[in-house]
């Protein structure tokens, strides 16, 4: 396989990987991105890398297979994401999933330090219409795992969570981050954003709360 496979589609890796460091979401060479390019090959940003510096190049590109991936094409000098294991394993199971994101973002981070529990549940705000499935009335819980050493630890607990909140698109990890999904690149970054603000409003609700509890 050339380099040239894929071209569109690694450009718009690229061009996300830019767009969520400049939010402040893939800081220091976090965060990743992946997206399904047919039905079996996907897209994956390197690992250790600046992610606003990614160029169509560096992207690795893996098929799925029965007992986990194989690397159809290997950059040079570049290794694959820590979150490959994770990224597979959601891809399995949820089939109809076309991008997925890890994002470090702030808010998801900070939202784990207050919730003790393994899911939060969030509902009354208008842009739970964003996420899929979801609208103002109703709630939509997010599983919380707690963070590992090592990322690609995490994989088998991803999987097992993905199936047990099937109306979830994302995974918190305590202290770490979010991973986040969509059935095309699109929604997976509609979900992001409105994960984002979700997260960001809930940390400042309890803020708001805790002040007026004081006052009271």
Not at 68 to 76: C, H, R
Not at 104 to 114: E, F, Q, R, Y
Request: glycine share 6%; charged share 25%.
């Amino acid at each position: 396989m050339n380099n040239l496979a894929y071209l569109p589609q690694r450009e718009l890796v690229c061009d996300l990987c830019k767009k969520f460091y400049a939010k402040g979401w893939a800081s220091g060479t976090g965060g990743g991105v992946s997206i399904r390019v047919d039905d079996s090959n996907y897209l994956i940003a390197p690992s250790g890398v600046q992610k606003e510096e990614i160029e169509s190049k560096d992207l690795f590109v893996i098929e799925l297979i029965d007992c986990g991936y194989k690397i159809i094409e290997k950059p040079e000098n570049l290794k694959i994401s820590a979150c490959t294991d994770i990224f597979v394993n959601i891809y399995k199971k949820r089939k109809e999933v076309g991008a997925i994101i890890h994002s470090h973002s702030i808010n998801s981070v900070l939202l784990t330090k207050i919730v003790n529990g393994d899911h939060v549940t969030i509902s009354k705000y208008e842009m739970l219409k964003g996420l899929e499935g979801c609208n103002y009335f109703g709630s939509h819980t997010i599983p919380i795992l707690n963070n590992v050493e090592n990322e690609c630890d995490l994989a088998d607990s991803v999987a097992e969570v993905v199936e047990k909140y099937p109306l979830s698109h994302a995974v918190l990890v305590r202290d770490h981050g979010v991973y986040i999904w969509g059935r095309n690149w699109e929604r997976a970054k509609v979900h992001a954003e409105c994960y984002d603000y979700l997260f960001e409003a809930f940390i400042k609700e309890k803020q708001l709360m805790n002040i007026i509890s004081l006052k009271n």
